[in-house]
């Protein structure tokens, strides 16, 4: 609880909310100061647990897996290794616990399945809703690969008394065969897995949250510092991590660790020049260094090199040569000519894609999440995409901003729909856009994926539990919220993300735009800033680039799916297009206000950057005025707070899309210009909640906590080599479903992986101090 709210918050939960005096303030329906704190109590700590009735549903990918001829079976299933092995390093990329508890449950349920450990379960005093509970927490850690979620970065607990746990743990078959080891996993993990200290509650750097991209004692400070040294050395931060080793001789130290399965810092047969070594940086001394997650990142490599051997062509095995070298030499640069591979890979019918790819979990914003996933293309929706793709040269015009900030030349990419056989990660998107790396992207190329069997469970939604909506709203964006999502996952990943130039000075002096005529649409001047050397996006906006660039991608969405033409590639024609267009506007407002869900007020920071960028569109939309969204206080029907938020469909042609066309502008421009001061000014300003203006949105989070339906999981199917086949094993859509699939997962060396993860741990543990 926050300082100051625990005396109340004890005292008056002892009361039944129908004892307050219900007083209501104007019209709004607001709940007396009491009432609210105790309410804030509840909602405390409900947002640190997983609800027992959360949402779990299979990925089904059997008829795709079934369509693959062997030899693209033994491709998916040697992907599909390397990906869950690489999975297994955000564990040590979230918390310090996370490793340890994901092998407390490994060893707990490998020797007795959730079924079997039940009865365990009642013997030691645990009630069925309670040991549901302890499922729904390990499915829940499971499909995060941490205790913390994936989408918001907050820490969740088991919903059921410590003691308990502790109760089962000791009781079960493991501890039975295993004392020692197990009571030693448990008192590693117990007080962690439990503690809900201020800066426990979240990621973050500092003091604003727990982070293992950089060591306990580093702050904003120190990774501004080393994103300096990392850009003068034209060095990625993408696979490494920060420890701060105190000082030497005056000079700040730190360690720059690469993740690679070599260990030795010195050049080595096949690598090439090595950027391993000791560097004096100003007042400071950095050292990089290899062999982060060195077993781990060797186990990727090898299964790598299995799927080579039953590769479809010359790309793909160069592709997966490269990535094989950037996995066991640590080179970013490796990994970018993979990619580079990976582009050219036109039409697959296995995709793939892994590494460290997205940033959004670095406080800082520049360090990569490992990632990886393996699908099979849906030909029929991907001839949609196709054709999308081919109207790219003339959607891109529409954009709102001067040609001279557009690409040179719109450079065609794959765009397919996938059906997920694995994505071993924190969670799994339902649209991708890579490579990330902004010089690829913007003179090579990038592919597109939308994954059609996520999007077809992830936004299935029972009409008794919407929120916010009018009951007419609920029955159109049920009927509607599909398609109109397949729209925006689009335009967003192709035209959103793939759009827009950077203005970069190179390392030569030579510009990649006409700096005597181009000028800011915004002032009308020349432009003045840009790109210099090695400097890129994320590392230029660092804090913001996640959620300022999925703002941009989304307002391009939200404006492109306003023309016709779109609407037709997908089918959609007269009134039921302009259905999906309400929907695809009704579903952004709506998740405007979803997302203060995820923004902390005692740090005052964003914990998602998709939902932050979805409040910064509410708060563009409600500033347009003109009645075209109508955000009001309400009660609910059961007498607690609630809230309804209207968008008037008539308007959105012309105060929405002006609105949006306005700001889309904006981002763009600070975007072109790495205008970091304008950018920052621009987004934050919109980014801020406050219970100041023309709507209390810190009052208004209460009651989004208050209200709010968890994240859904996913069970993922396994695959296992007999004889030339490969066999795929599916799991139900539960708790122990999701459990079961990962005792199973690494069937050859489950017991060697967890040591390696604990040793990984016990190496790390002293930097968390």
């Given amino acids: 609880m926050r300082k100051g709210e625990s005396a109340v918050c004890e005292k008056e939960a002892k009361k039944p909310v129908k004892e307050y005096n219900r007083t209501f303030i104007h019209e709004a329906g607001v709940w007396s100061a009491f009432q609210r ?69 490994q060893k707990l349920f490998r020797r007795q399945p959730p079924a079997q450990l039940e009865g365990v379960a009642t013997a030691a005093g645990l009630s069925p809703e309670e040991y549901q509970a302890f499922l729904v927490y390990a499915a829940g850690l499971y499909a995060n690969m941490g205790n913390y979620k994936s989408f918001g970065d907050t820490k969740f607990i088991p919903n059921l008394p410590k003691e308990k746990v502790k109760a089962l743990v000791w009781q079960s078959q493991a501890f039975q065969e295993n004392r020692t080891e197990m009571e030693a996993l448990w008192n590693s993990c117990a007080h962690l897995m439990y503690s809900l200290e201020d800066k426990q509650k979240q990621l973050g750097l500092g003091d604003k949250g727990i982070t293992t991209y950089f060591s306990g004692n580093c702050c904003l400070e120190d990774a501004e510092l080393a994103q300096k040294f990392l850009d003068s050395k034209n060095l990625s931060a993408y696979n490494t991590r920060l420890f701060k080793e105190g000082a030497a001789e005056g000079k700040r130290c ?27 940086f100003g007042d400071a001394v950095f050292v990089v260094q290899r062999g982060d997650y060195a077993p781990l990142m060797k186990k990727v490599s090898d299964n790598l090199e299995k799927a080579r051997a039953h590769a479809a062509n010359d790309s793909q095995k160069r592709m997966l040569e490269e990535y094989a070298r950037s996995f066991t030499y640590g080179s970013v640069d490796a990994h970018k000519e993979g990619s580079r591979y990976w582009i050219k890979d036109k039409g697959p019918i296995v995709e793939s894609y892994i590494g460290f790819i997205e940033s959004y979990r670095d406080p800082f914003g520049s360090r990569g999440e490992f990632e990886g996933f393996v699908a099979v293309v849906n030909k029929g929706m991907s001839a949609r995409f196709a054709s999308l793709v081919s109207s790219a040269e003339v959607l891109l015009p529409e954009l709102p901003w001067p040609p001279a900030f557009e690409k040179d030349i719109f450079l065609r990419p794959d765009f397919t729909s996938l059906d997920v056989l694995t994505f071993a990660g924190s969670g799994i998107p339902a649209g991708i856009n890579i490579p990330n790396y902004d010089d690829i992207r913007q003179t090579e190329g990038f592919k597109n994926v939308s994954l059609g069997n996520v999007l077809a469970v992830a936004y299935a939604t029972q009409k008794d539990k919407l929120t916010f909506l009018e009951e007419n709203d609920k029955d159109l964006y049920i009927k509607w919220k599909g398609p109109s999502f397949e729209v925006q996952v689009g335009l967003h990943e192709l035209l959103g993300h793939g759009s827009g130039k950077l203005f970069v000075q190179d390392e030569k002096g030579n510009f990649n735009f006409e700096r005597e005529s181009v000028r800011n649409p915004e002032t009308g001047e020349l432009i003045s800033t840009w790109y210099k050397g090695s400097e890129t996006w994320d590392s230029k906006f660092s804090t913001i680039a996640s959620s300022y660039e999925e703002c941009r991608a989304e307002c391009v969405g939200l404006y492109l799916c306003l023309i016709q033409e779109v609407l037709s590639i997908f089918g959609h024609e007269g009134t039921d297009a302009e259905e999906v267009v309400y929907v695809n506007w009704l579903t952004m407002v709506r998740a405007g206000l979803l997302g203060l869900e995820f923004y902390t007020p005692k740090s005052k920071s964003w914990r998602q950057a998709h939902m932050q960028a979805r409040f910064v569109i509410l708060r563009v939309l409600l500033e347009a005025g003109e009645g075209l969204v109508t955000l009001q206080e309400t009660t609910g029907a059961d007498g607690q707070p609630d809230a309804l938020i209207t968008l008037d469909r008539s308007k959105i042609h012309t105060v929405g899309k002006d609105a949006i066309k306005r700001f889309l502008c904006k981002l763009q421009v600070h975007k072109s210009t790495a205008d970091v001061e304008g950018g920052r000014a621009l987004y934050e300003g919109y980014s801020e909640v406050t219970s100041t203006g023309s709507h209390d949105f810190l009052r208004l989070r209460e009651t989004v906590l208050l209200r709010k339906e968890a994240r859904k999981m996913f069970v993922q199917a396994n695959t296992r080599v007999k004889g030339e086949s490969v066999e795929l094993v599916e799991y139900e859509g539960s708790a122990g479903g999701l459990i079961s699939s990962f005792t199973e997962r690494f069937p050859e060396d489950a017991e060697e992986v967890e040591a390696q993860l604990l040793e990984l741990s016990k190496r790390d543990a002293p930097c968390w101090c």
């Fill in 37 to 105: 704190q105790n309410l804030r109590c509840i909602m405390v700590d409900s947002q640190y647990y997983l609800p027992n009735d959360i949402g779990i549903s299979p990925l089904d990918c059997a008829e795709a897996f079934r369509q693959l001829t062997p030899k693209e079976q033994l491709y998916a299933h040697y992907l599909s290794r390397a990906a869950w092995y690489g999975g297994l390093v955000v564990l040590q990329q979230t918390s310090p616990e996370s490793a340890s508890i994901y092998v407390l449950l």
């Fill in 254 to 280: 730190y360690q720059v660790r690469l993740a690679s399965a070599e260990k030795k810092d010195s050049p080595v047969d096949g690598e090439g020049e090595t950027r391993c070594g000791r560097y004096e």
